[in-house]
C-alpha cells in the first residue's frame, strides 16, 4: 500500500499502478477516481495537499498532487490525447501498455507505437482558470493559515545556484535536464536514465518566473478579469463530466500538478514550429495563450473537485452543517454588526440595517427574465471629495469573501473593459470586470464621476451596468453576437446624490416618475461628523476583536444560504395589507414597491436567522421602508427648495 | 464484414485486371510525359487519395482502385509551367471524353496522410506484420482496414445515381429538376451543361436508397469517396462522351447525419464523414500547399518529383543520372501546389449549453473550396474529422501527448443566407420527433389549450389576459397569402402589436420575455436605433473595396419578432421606415448604387410611454403618445397597460407576487418546461397549420365587420375600415393556428372579434364621448373633436360677418371678441384652427397680425 506521502507526492505512479492491475479494464478510471476521493475525504487529509494559491509553483514539486481555488475564466476546446499508448522497448522488443491520463506528455524513453491496436484517444477538456477575482486578503490568509501543507522550499532548493549545476548533480534526473543532456550531447537517447518513474524535483520553474517578475521575460497576460489581480492561472484539465462545469463557477481542484517544460516548447523553439505545417492553424497569439509556459501558468490534471458555495474559510464547504450551530447567537452577532456598521455610516443606524441585507442578498431563483433577491443598494449622501468610500470600501471588503471596488470616473468608464469580449485572434474570451464569481460585491463608487463626456465604450460600460442592475445579466460581446450570462453579483452603489446608474442606460427613460430600478435607494444622514474620517474609520476596525469580526464574517456567509418560505397564512395577510394599503392611496405603493417590500421582509427575516416571514417581520420591514421613502422624499424637498 | 468463405466471385477477377492495370504505370497525375521526365517510373499511387507512402508503393498493385490508369498515359501536355490550372491546360488542347480530362487531386480526402496507411488488401498480397484481417482467408477484396469492396461499392453507387427518385422532395438544390425522374442524373445532365463539375450528394438520399452504402461513407470517407468519383466519371462519359468539361467530376457528399453539433464530436469521429453546422469567425490567407517538388539537378539537369509525404518532402540526395551527391535544387515554379485555407468555425451560439463558452473547430478548406466562406457565415460543413497524429521528433524523448483535430471540408453549405431558390423556411424547419409532435398534439386538443398558452406567457408578469393573447396570437400569425399573381402582391400575415401605458408597468419585461422566446427576434430600443440600424446599410468592405449590404434589425427579424422599447422616443425618420415594413413588409433600400427591396416580414412588438410620463384619460390615445396615425392604423392591436386601481385586481397581484417570490424549485422546473413547450408549439404551428377561412367563418366576418361599421354611422362616424376587417383575418387565422386547426371557424372569429373590441376599447375610445371611435386611430381626430373645430369656424364666420362690411380685422381684436362669444374656452390653437379652416374657404387671409377679407 502507497503511504500517506506517496498519494500526495506521487499520483502518478499510483494512477499507473492502478492502471497496471486493471489489465486495461474500462473501469480502472473509476478506481483512480474513487482511490482519491476516499484520500480527499477525510477533512485533515485534504489539507495535507499543498495549494496552488499558496504556495509559489516553483515550490511545488511537478507530477505531485495540488489543490487549487479557482475560478473558470474561460473554456478552451476539447482536446484528443493518447489516452493508452503502447511503448517498445528497442533492445528487448517487449510491449508495455501505458495510460497517457493525468499526463501531457508521453513518455517515449523507448519507441511509441503508435498505430497499435490498444493505442486509445480519448478526449479531455480544457479550462482558464484563474483566482477568485477580488477574493478578500483576510480569506487567502485564513485559507494558508489553516493549511499546514506549506511547502518549504526544498533542501535541494537553492535560488542563486547556476541552471549548469544540475547537470552535475545526480539526484536531479529532471525532465527538463534529462531533454537538455540530449539535445547537447549526441550520445544518443537510448539509456542515460534507464527506466522507472522519473523522479519528481524542482524543475527550472524558479529562474524563469524571476525573470518573468523582473519583467525580463515578454509580459504574459494572464487574463485576470480585475486589474491588479496577482496569482497563479492555471490550465486545468477536466477528464471527467466537464458539462457540469460552468464559465465563472468556483471551484476546488485536486489535481496533478505539470509544469513539463515540453510544454513551452513550441513558444521557445520558433524553428521547429516552422517546420510543422500543421502548427499553422494557430497564430502566435492563440499558441501564447493555450500553451503559455509552464513555468507561468502550470498544468493541472483534475482528479477530483467540487464546485464552492462560498469561498469563505471559516464556514465548512458545505455552509448548512453549520447553520444549526450558529443560528442560536445570530441575533446578537445582528446586533453587534448593526452597532459597527451604524458607527461605520456615520451613525446612521436604518444605513447600517440596509447594508446588512444587502450584504446578505443573493439571486435565489430566475422566474423567465426576472431575477429573484436582488438587492441593489444605492447609498447616497457620501461625502465628496474625500476618502470615506474608500474607507467604506476597506470595511467591506473585511466583512466579505470577495469584492471589488469600481471607481467611476470618467476615465475608468471610458476605457476600461468592463464586458468580457471574445478575441478571435486569440481565441479567447478577454476577460472584463463584471466576469465576477456569483456572490461577489461590486462596490460602485460614484462619487469619483465628474462631469465630462462618455465615449461609445462608456455608454457600453454604463449599459452593461444598467443590465447587471437591472436584470443581474452581463452580455458577453462574441463579435458576431451576444451571449447571456446570468449572475449573481451584489452592487452596491456609493453617490453624492441619487445614483445616475440606472437611469443613464439608453433602454430606459429618464422621466422624472419611472421608479427606480435600484432595488433600494438610502440616503444617508450622517449623524456625526468626525473631524478625521480616515482616522474615525480606523479606530472604529481596530476596536473589534478578531474573534467579533470572524463572527461578522461567518453571519454574512451563512445567511446567504438559508432557505426561505412563507406560509399561507402570512401570503394572506401580505395581501390583505397590499390592498389596504392601495385602498387608501392607489399611487402611494406600485406593484414595483411590493417588489421590493418582498425582498425587505425576506431579507429581514433571513437576518435573525428565520426562515420563514412573520406578520412581525413584514410590519418591521414595512416600517423601514416607510423611514426610508420619507427620508428620501425630505431630500427632496430640501433640494427642491434650495435656490 | 465480408464473410471470409466467400467464394471467388468476379471480385477476384476484377482484381485480377486492376494487378494488370496497375502494372503499367499509371500516369493519371497532372503529369506531362515532356522529354526531361520520360525516363522517369512514374509512381503507382492511389487514383485520387495522395498516398504516396512507402507503404503504399510496397504493395502498389492493389495501392487502391484505379481505373483510369490505362486511359491516361498518353496524356501529352502544352506548357509544365500550366500544372496547377487544369482549365487552362483543356482549352489549350481540347479534347473530349473521360480520356481527355483531367483528374482534380483532392486534398480534402487526403491532404493528411494517416500514419496507418490504407491499402487494398487481398489473399496474396501483405506480408505477415500486416495485421491479419480476417478477410484473408476469403476471396473479397476490401480496402485495408475497412470493409469496403471497390466493385461492389462503385457498383452500387452507380445503381443509386441511376435510380434514386424522391419524388416528395423539397429541397431547394433540387429544384427545377422532375421529381420523377432519377434525380441524380438530372444532375448529370446540368454538370454536362453548366461545365461544373462537381455532384453534391444528400446523404440522406444515400441513406434511404442503401444504408450499408450510407454506412460505408460515413465510416470509410477517404476510400468511398474516391470510389464514387470513379462511378461517376465512368458513368457520365459513358452517357456524354464528348462532354468537355474542367476536371473530372467529384463527388461532394453532404448532410450527413452523423453528427449535427460541435460539442458532439468526440474519438470515435475521426477519420468519419461528419456534419456540423457553426459559425465562420475566422479565415486564413491563401496557403499554397506544396503537392509535388520537382528538383533538377544542377550537374546534369536531370530533373525528379517528390510528392509530399505527411507535410514533408525526402529531397533526393544523389542524382539519379550523374550520381552527384546534393545537387538537386528545388524549382519553385515547376512543382504543383494545391491552394489551402484554414477556417475557424465556432459552435453556433442556440447549440451551446448556458454558461459555457462557445467552442472552435479547424477547417481546412481547399482548392475550390477556398474563400467559398466569409467571417460570420452561418455554415454547415460536411467534412472529414481529422486528428492529426503525433509526429515523433527524434530529438525529444517526451512528447505531448495531445492530437490535433481539424476537419477537411468537402462541402459547405450556407445556412442564415438567402438561398437561390427561395424555400428557406422549409430548410429552416425545426425537425420534431414523433414523440414531441403526439405531445403537441394532445396539448392542442384541450379546450382551453389558448388560456393554457397565454398564460405560460411571461408568468411572472401578472394579469393583462388580453395582451398576452394578443402577443400569443401575434407569436403565431396569421397564413401568408400570396396575390402577386393578380398583381397585389402579399397580404400582410404579421400581426403588430403596440403596447402604451403607464412607465414601470412591465412593457418592458414582456418585451424581453417575447425578444427571449422566438428564434428569430430582435430587441431594440427607439432611442437607441437610428433608421439605418433599422433597416440596412451599405457599408464599404475596408479589405475587398467591396460594397456590403450591412441588414439591420427589421431584416434580420424576417419571420420573427421586432421588438421595439420606447417606439415614441424614435425619430421620425427612423419611424418613417417602419411605415414600408408594417403593411408591405419588404424594405426598399437606394443607397450607393445599391437599389433592391428586401424581405422583412416581421411583426412589430412595440412599446411607448405616454408624452407625459403619465397616461392622461382625459387624452386620446394619439395625444398621450403622439405618434403619427399613419403608423398607428398599422397596429392590428393597440393595448393600454395601465395601472386598473381596482381592490380585487390589487388582492390577485399581491398574490401573485408573493407566490413568485417563495415558490420552490420545483415548481419553477415547470415553468421553464413550459417555456420550452411553448417555444415548439408556436414553431410547429407556424410551420406546418395553414388555416383557411370556412364558409361560416367568412359569414361571421363580414357580419362582423358591417356590425363594427354599424356602430358608427349611427352618429356620424365611421368606426371600421378595411384595415380592421384585415386585422380580424389574421387574428382569427393566428386563433384557429392556436387550435392547430386548418380550418379557420366562427370561434376564431368569435375571439378574434372580443380582442379586437379589447383592444379598441382601450385605445379606440373618445375620452369626451366615451364612445369607441374608430377615426382617432385612423385619423388621429375623433369626429366629435372635428366636428367641434367645423362649429368653432362657423362661430367665427358668423362673427366676422356680424361686424359688416371691414375689409380688415386685428387678430389679437377677433381672437379676444370670438372668446367673449363663445361659451366654451377658446385657446389660440383653437382659434388659429379656425382661421386656417376659413382660409381654405378663401374667405379671409391672415397676413402678420392682421386678417383681411376676401
Known sequence: MPTVHDWINNPLGIVEDIFAQSNCSPDWETKVLEYFKEKLKDNEAASWVPSLNDVPVHYLKANSLVKFRCFIQDMFDPEFYMGVYETVDPSSKSKVLRSGKYKDVAECGHQVDLNTKNAVTLERQTFYCVPIPGESPWVK??????????????????????????????????????????????????????????????????????????????????????????????????????????????????????????????????????????????????????????????????????????????????????????????????????????????????????????????????????????????LSGCPHNSTYTEQLYRVIQQLIPSSFRLGMSLHNMNNLRLVPRKDYTANRLLSGVLQLAPNTSLFLDETQLEQGQLDSTGVRNITALGNLISWQKVDYDFNYHQMEFPCNINVLIASEGKSLLPFLTPCLPCTPHSPPQCDCHVRLQPQLAPPNLEQYISTIQVSLSPSLLNKFRIYLSLLRTLDYSISEEVTKAVEDDFVEMRKDDPQSISAEDLHRLLVVARLLSLSVGHTTLSRDRWMRAKHLETLRTNRTEQQKCVNGNEP | MSSPSATPTKDDILCAAWSEDALTPPSRRRRTDDASTSDLQPMPTSPVTDMRSPAVQDTSLFSSPAPFSHLSDTIDMSSPLTYGTPSSRVEGTPRSGLRGTPVRQRPDLGSVRKARQVDLHSDHANGPEAPASEHSVGQKLVIWGTDVNVGTCKEKFQRFLQRFIDPSSTDDENAGLDLNEPLYMQKLEEINVVGDPVLNVNCEHLQSFDADLYRQLIAYPQEVIPTFDMAVNELFFERFPDSVIEHQIQVRPYNALKTRNMRNLNPEDIDQLITISGMVIRTSQLIPEMQEAFFRCQVCAFSTRVEVDRGRIAEPAVCR??????????????????????????????????????????????????????????????????????????????????????????????????????????????????????????????????????????????????????????????????????????????????????????????????????????????????????????????????????????????????????????????????????????????????????????????????????????????????????????????????????????????????????????????????????????????????????????????????????????????????????????????????????????????????????????????????????????????????????????????????????????????????????????????????????????????????????
Open chain 1, 141 to 378: 490568509e485564513s485559507y494558508s493559515c489553516s493549511n499546514p501543507a506549506r511547502v518549504v522550499p526544498s533542501t535541494s532548493y537553492a535560488p542563486c545556484r547556476h541552471k549548469r549545476s544540475y547537470e552535475e548533480d545526480e539526484d536531479m534526473e529532471t525532465q527538463p535536464h534529462k531533454q537538455k543532456e540530449q539535445l547537447a550531447g549526441p550520445q544518443g537517447t537510448t539509456d542515460i536514465h534507464g527506466s522507472g518513474d522519473p523522479k519528481r524535483l524542482e524543475t527550472e520553474a524558479p529562474s524563469s518566473l524571476s525573470n518573468a517578475a523582473s519583467g525580463c521575460s515578454s509580459p504574459l497576460d494572464l487574463n485576470f478579469p480585475l486589474p491588479g489581480e496577482k496569482g497563479p492561472a492555471c490550465l486545468v484539465k477536466v477528464y471527467e463530466e466537464w458539462e457540469l462545469f460552468k464559465v465563472n463557477d468556483i471551484l476546488e481542484v485536486y489535481g496533478i500538478l505539470s509544469v513539463d517544460p515540453v510544454l513551452s516548447v513550441i513558444s521557445e523553439d520558433k524553428d521547429s514550429s516552422l517546420v510543422d505545417p500543421m502548427d499553422c492553424t494557430e497564430s502566435v497569439e492563440e499558441q501564447r495563450v493555450h500553451c503559455p509556459p509552464a513555468s507561468l501558468v502550470p498544468r493541472l490534471h483534475m482528479l477530483y473537485a467540487h464546485r464552492l458555495q462560498h469561498n469563505n474559510p471559516l464556514l465548512p464547504p458545505a455552509a448548512s452543517e453549520a447553520s444549526s450551530g450558529f443560528l442560536n447567537d445570530v441575533v446578537s452577532v445582528r446586533g453587534e454588526l448593526l452597532g459597527y456598521l451604524t458607527h461605520v455610516l456615520l451613525g446612521d443606524a436604518l444605513a447600517a440595517e440596509y447594508l446588512i441585507l444587502h450584504l446578505i442578498s443573493t439571486v435565489y431563483a430566475r422566474r423567465d427574465v426576472l431575477p429573484l433577491g436582488k438587492f441593489t443598494l444605492n
Open chain 2, 321 to 854: 543520372n550523374c550520381n552527384t551527391t546534393h545537387s538537386m535544387a528545388l524549382i519553385h515554379n515547376r512543382s504543383i501546389f494545391s491552394d489551402k485555407q484554414m477556417i475557424k468555425l465556432q459552435e453556433s451560439p442556440e447549440d451551446m449549453p448556458a454558461g459555457q463558452t462557445p467552442h472552435t473547430t479547424v477547417v481546412y478548406a481547399h482548392n475550390d473550396l477556398v474563400d467559398k466562406v466569409q467571417p460570420g457565415d452561418r455554415v454547415n460543413i460536411t467534412g472529414i474529422y481529422r486528428a492529426v497524429p503525433i509526429r515523433l521528433n527524434p530529438r525529444q524523448s517526451n512528447v505531448k501527448s495531445v492530437y490535433k483535430t481539424h476537419i477537411d471540408a468537402i462541402h459547405f453549405r450556407k445556412t442564415h443566407e438567402k438561398r437561390l431558390h427561395g424555400l428557406d423556411e422549409e430548410a429552416e424547419e425545426k425537425l420534431f420527433t414523433e414523440e414531441r409532435v403526439r405531445t403537441l398534439r394532445e396539448l392542442a386538443a384541450k379546450p382551453d389549450v389558448y388560456e393554457r398558452l397565454s398564460s405560460a406567457l411571461a408568468p411572472s408578469i401578472y394579469e393583462h389576459e388580453d395582451i398576452k393573447k394578443g402577443i400569443l396570437l401575434q407569436l403565431f400569425g396569421g397564413t401568408r397569402k400570396d396575390f402577386s399573381q393578380t398583381g397585389r402582391g402579399g397580404f400582410r400575415a404579421e400581426i403588430n402589436i403596440l403596447l402604451c401605458g403607464d412607465p414601470g408597468t412591465s412593457k418592458s419585461q414582456l418585451l424581453q420575455y417575447v425578444y427571449n422566446l422566438v428564434p428569430r427576434g430582435q430587441y431594440t430600443s427607439g432611442k437607441g436605433s437610428s433608421a439605418v440600424g433599422l433597416t440596412a446599410y451599405v457599408m464599404k468592405d475596408p479589405e475587398t473595396r467591396q460594397l456590403v449590404l450591412q441588414t439591420g434589425a427589421l431584416v434580420l427579424s424576417d419571420n420573427g419578432i421586432c421588438c421595439i422599447d420606447e417606439f415614441d422616443k424614435m425619430s421620425d425618420s427612423t419611424r418613417s421606415v417602419l411605415h414600408e415594413v408594417m403593411e408591405q413588409q419588404t424594405l426598399s433600400i437606394a443607397k450607393a448604387g445599391i437599389i433592391c427591396q428586401l424581405n422583412a416580414r416581421t411583426s412589430v412588438l412595440a412599446a411607448a410611454n405616454p408624452v407625459e410620463s403619465q397616461w392622461n384619460p382625459k387624452k386620446t390615445t394619439i395625444e398621450n403618445i403622439q405618434l403619427p396615425h399613419t403608423l398607428l392604423s398599422r397596429f392590428d392591436l393597440i393595448f393600454l397597460m395601465l395601472d386598473p386601481q381596482d381592490e380585487a385586481y390589487d388582492r390577485r397581484l399581491a398574490h401573485h407576487l408573493v407566490s413568485l417570490y417563495y415558490q420552490s424549485e420545483e415548481q419553477l422546473e415547470e415553468e421553464f418546461l413550459d417555456m420550452a413547450m411553448l417555444k415548439d408549439y408556436v414553431a410547429y404551428a407556424r410551420s406546418y397549420i395553414e388555416p383557411r377561412l370556412s364558409e361560416e367563418a367568412s359569414q361571421a366576418l363580414i357580419k362582423a365587420y358591417v356590425d363594427m361599421r354599424k356602430i358608427g354611422s349611427g352618429r356620424g362616424m365611421v368606426s371600421a375600415y378595411p384595415r380592421q376587417l384585415e386585422s380580424l383575418i389574421r387574428l382569427a387565422e393566428a386563433h384557429a393556428k392556436v387550435r392547430f386547426s386548418d380550418k379557420v371557424e366562427t370561434i376564431d372569429v368569435e375571439e378574434a372579434k372580443r380582442l379586437h373590441r379589447e383592444a379598441l376599447k382601450q385605445s379606440a375610445t373618445d375620452p369626451r364621448t366615451g364612445f369607441v371611435d374608430i377615426s382617432i386611430l385612423t385619423t388621429g381626430m375623433s369626429a366629435t373633436a372635428r366636428k367641434r373645430k367645423e362649429e368653432l369656424a362657423q362661430a367665427l364666420k358668423r362673427l366676422i360677418q356680424s361686424k359688416g362690411k371691414v375689409p380688415t380685422m386685428k387678430y389679437q381684436q377677433l381672437f379676444d371678441d370670438l372668446r367673449a362669444q363663445s361659451d366654451v374656452a377658446i385657446t389660440k390653437d383653437m382659434f388659429e384652427e379656425a382661421l386656417q379652416a376659413l382660409t381654405d374657404e378663401d374667405y379671409l387671409t391672415v397676413t402678420g397680425k392682421t386678417v383681411r377679407l376676401l
